[in-house]
């Protein structure tokens, strides 16, 4: 739940403007210090949180932190399945109306007062109850009817419907520390909250969160319900740019990168003592286009133009996804036109019956010619005195973005459309295009849930708010329709009917067009640590090295 939210288990492609170097000197600790000292191991990445707060989190990595430190009633596990995470077994009745389920024993928060099934069942209601201020996960309480605690050790979902995603539901409702969350009883003190104490019941427990300089240091939880981890301490480390995140994986100043940039893969590759996991993911990069309708409060700033839909036509002809894959992420990706990938579920919801827009810059500009764009004295289309001229905005974090920006300078140029690119730090990213609407395109990308659920929840029009998911601003009535539909079918094929539908509708409309799906790249020194996942031999893991199912396994090599 990018960029933005990749979720917990899944790996974000995420890459770095090569400059300096890292935004602070790596903290000074190694699995080799001493035999008898503490265990750190030490995670570099380029993006850093930019919340604790899982009501308002919205990048990646303050995903991954809530992945280490929370807890929900069940997760997914490394092949997928659903595994019990809280919960110790569950079990749902003959109509799939109420769902039981049973916790394990001696569970404790991180400050020791024993979790009850309370604290689980206040956590969901809590969710359920704050719609606005919980935008970001209610949708994972659509259809529910009540949360109960019968006594410590048993909570119980009641549904208005079957629901057939149940395990992946729950598993994205965090159990939350009351005290903190209780008192904040407006939208406005939840917003505010930095959660900067964050206190869960994970295999590992905040010590430091230094936002400024990037760095996250996360205890080993002694009392892990499910088997204390065997290293003492996760360090997780921004880097200003990629360059410097890499030289620091060669000479050992961190022992796992996060997400390996495409352009150093090779490089990386060659590093002794250094595995590297190549595995396709959920995850997709996209050109935004603000589609957001003009009547809306507060009204968008984007360029008229772009709410007509052959604009947003021609725009997706010009773009040559194969270029995009070959020379920016340097063949480590394939062409994508679907916010639903293939490689998610093993394609089982990915429509098979939609053929992407070829690139064709001749039949672009004649796209154009015929809905009345005509050149200006500049060679730019107008029609009506609006002229195609567009901010084109992208992460700043990123190494492949400013390249696809310059490429498409040149696609849509050779049509008539101007784009100014600007690269953008990721935390005005996110306040301009959630809610807001005061962008024209934007070059950004999604992570993946194990399920289809979410990601169709970004094209909500309820979504459309400050703190709500959406970035385009698309509102269709019938595909908000389609996707309560689609919650509420209990039968996988019917399920999967619906969600084709919604696929064409996006497909039709083009909020997003949609460049590649990329590879998961991530790498860890292996004369540091060992007992990684072996993504060789086992290529379909959707569990990344920086997630709870990872580290609480992983050991130093003495």
Same mark, same amino acid.
């Given at each position: 739940?990018?960029?933005?939210?990749?979720?917990?288990?899944?790996?974000?492609?995420?890459?770095?403007?090569?400059?300096?170097?890292?935004?602070?000197?790596?903290?000074?600790?190694?699995?080799?210090?001493?035999?008898?000292?503490?265990?750190?191991?030490?995670?570099?990445?380029?993006?850093?949180?930019?919340?604790?707060?899982?009501?308002?989190?919205?990048?990646?990595?303050?995903?991954?932190?809530?992945?280490?430190?929370?807890?929900?009633?069940?997760?997914?596990?490394?092949?997928?399945?659903?595994?019990?995470?809280?919960?110790?077994?569950?079990?749902?009745?003959?109509?799939?109306?109420?769902?039981?389920?049973?916790?394990?024993?001696?569970?404790?928060?991180?400050?020791?007062?024993?979790?009850?099934?309370?604290?689980?069942?206040?956590?969901?209601?809590?969710?359920?109850?704050?719609?606005?201020?919980?935008?970001?996960?209610?949708?994972?309480?659509?259809?529910?009817?009540?949360?109960?605690?019968?006594?410590?050790?048993?909570?119980?979902?009641?549904?208005?419907?079957?629901?057939?995603?149940?395990?992946?539901?729950?598993?994205?409702?965090?159990?939350?520390?009351?005290?903190?969350?209780?008192?904040?009883?407006?939208?406005?003190?939840?917003?505010?909250?930095?959660?900067?104490?964050?206190?869960?019941?994970?295999?590992?427990?905040?010590?430091?969160?230094?936002?400024?300089?990037?760095?996250?240091?996360?205890?080993?939880?002694?009392?892990?319900?499910?088997?204390?981890?065997?290293?003492?301490?996760?360090?997780?480390?921004?880097?200003?740019?990629?360059?410097?995140?890499?030289?620091?994986?060669?000479?050992?100043?961190?022992?796992?990168?996060?997400?390996?940039?495409?352009?150093?893969?090779?490089?990386?590759?060659?590093?002794?003592?250094?595995?590297?996991?190549?595995?396709?993911?959920?995850?997709?990069?996209?050109?935004?286009?603000?589609?957001?309708? $003009? &009547?809306?409060?507060?009204? *968008?700033? +984007?360029?008229?133009?772009?709410?007509?839909?052959? @604009? =947003? !036509?021609?725009?997706?002809?010009?773009?040559?996804?194969?270029?995009?894959?070959?020379?920016?992420?340097?063949?480590?990706?394939?062409?994508?036109?679907?916010?639903?990938?293939?490689?998610?579920?093993?394609?089982?919801?990915?429509?098979?019956?939609?053929?992407?827009?070829?690139?064709?810059?001749?039949?672009?500009?004649?796209?154009? $010619? &015929?809905?009345?764009?005509? *050149?200006? +004295?500049?060679?730019?289309?107008?029609?009506?005195? @609006? =002229? !195609?001229?567009?901010?084109?905005?992208?992460?700043?974090?990123?190494?492949?973005?400013?390249?696809?920006?310059?490429?498409?300078?040149?696609?849509?140029?050779?049509?008539?459309?101007?784009?100014?690119?600007?690269?953008?730090?990721?935390?005005?990213?996110?306040?301009?295009?959630?809610?807001?609407?005061?962008?024209?395109?934007?070059?950004?990308?999604?992570?993946?849930? *194990?399920?289809?659920?979410?990601?169709?929840?970004?094209?909500?029009?309820?979504?459309?708010?400050?703190?709500?998911?959406?970035?385009?601003?698309?509102?269709?009535?019938?595909?908000?329709?389609?996707?309560?539909?689609?919650?509420?079918?209990?039968?996988?094929?019917?399920?999967?009917?619906?969600?084709?539908?919604?696929?064409?509708?996006?497909?039709?409309?083009?909020?997003?067009?949609?460049?590649?799906?990329?590879?998961?790249?991530?790498?860890?020194?292996?004369?540091?640590?060992?007992?990684?996942?072996?993504?060789?031999?086992?290529?379909?893991?959707?569990?990344?090295?920086?997630?709870?199912?990872?580290?609480?396994?992983?050991?130093?090599?003495?």
């Amino acid at each position: 739940m990018l960029k933005r939210t990749l979720l917990l288990t899944l790996v974000l492609a995420l890459a770095a403007t090569a400059c300096a170097g890292p935004a602070t000197p790596a903290p000074e600790a190694s699995a080799t210090d001493t035999p008898a000292g503490p265990v750190s191991l030490r995670v570099g990445w380029i993006d850093r949180p930019d919340t604790l707060n899982p009501a308002y989190a919205f990048l990646a990595v303050s995903y991954v932190i809530f992945d280490l430190v929370y807890s929900s009633l069940v997760k997914e596990g490394p092949d997928g399945q659903y595994v019990g995470d809280l919960a110790q077994t569950w079990t749902h009745s003959d109509d799939g109306l109420t769902w039981t389920f049973t916790l394990k024993d001696g569970i404790r928060w991180h400050n020791g007062a024993p979790l009850t099934a309370g604290d689980v069942a206040w956590s969901i209601n809590e969710i359920m109850g704050d719609p606005e201020g919980w935008a970001t996960l209610v949708n994972y309480t659509n259809g529910f009817k009540a949360v109960t605690a019968p006594d410590d050790k048993t909570v119980q979902i009641t549904l208005e419907y079957p629901i057939g995603n149940m395990e992946y539901r729950v598993s994205f409702l965090y159990a939350l520390w009351r005290a903190d969350f209780e008192p904040l009883d407006t939208v406005e003190a939840l917003q505010n909250f930095t959660n900067d104490k964050l206190i869960g019941t994970g295999a590992f427990k905040l010590n430091v969160y230094d936002k400024d300089r990037g760095v996250v240091i996360l205890d080993r939880n002694p009392d892990f319900y499910d088997g204390a981890p065997k290293i003492d301490q996760v360090i997780l480390q921004s880097f200003d740019n990629s360059d410097a995140m890499v030289q620091a994986l060669k000479v050992g100043d961190v022992d796992v990168l996060y997400s390996v940039p495409n352009s150093a893969f090779e490089t990386v590759k060659g590093f002794a003592n250094v595995v590297v996991a190549q595995t396709p993911s959920r995850s997709f990069d996209e050109l935004i286009i603000n589609v957001a309708r $003009e &009547d809306r409060d507060p009204a *968008p700033t +984007a360029n008229p133009a772009l709410r007509d839909p052959q @604009v =947003r !036509l021609a725009l997706a002809t010009a773009i040559n996804k194969q270029d995009l894959v070959d020379v920016v992420l340097q063949g480590l990706g394939r062409p994508a036109w679907s916010i639903v990938a293939p490689s998610l579920a093993g394609g089982f919801w990915h429509n098979p019956n939609i053929q992407d827009h070829a690139f064709d810059l001749e039949k672009a500009a004649q796209i154009l $010619e &015929d809905a009345g764009y005509t *050149p200006g +004295a500049d060679g730019v289309r107008e029609k009506d005195g @609006v =002229r !195609l001229e567009f901010r084109l905005q992208f992460d700043a974090d990123s190494a492949e973005y400013p390249r696809i920006a310059d490429l498409m300078v040149d696609w849509f140029g050779q049509i008539g459309v101007k784009v100014n690119p600007e690269a953008t730090d990721s935390d005005t990213l996110t306040s301009l295009t959630t809610g807001i609407g005061d962008f024209d395109l934007v070059i950004w990308g999604w992570g993946g849930d *194990p399920d289809p659920d979410f990601i169709l929840s970004i094209m909500l029009c309820e979504q459309f708010e400050v703190g709500g998911w959406s970035d385009s601003g698309y509102c269709n009535p019938e595909y908000d329709q389609l996707y309560l539909d689609q919650q509420q079918a209990s039968d996988p094929a019917q399920r999967q009917a619906i969600i084709y539908k919604m696929q064409a509708l996006l497909f039709r409309d083009l909020p997003y067009i949609v460049l590649y799906n990329y590879d998961s790249l991530e790498a860890y020194r292996s004369d540091r640590f060992r007992n990684f996942p072996d993504y060789i031999a086992n290529p379909s893991l959707t569990v990344s090295m920086v997630s709870s199912f990872s580290l609480q396994k992983v050991e130093p090599v003495r």
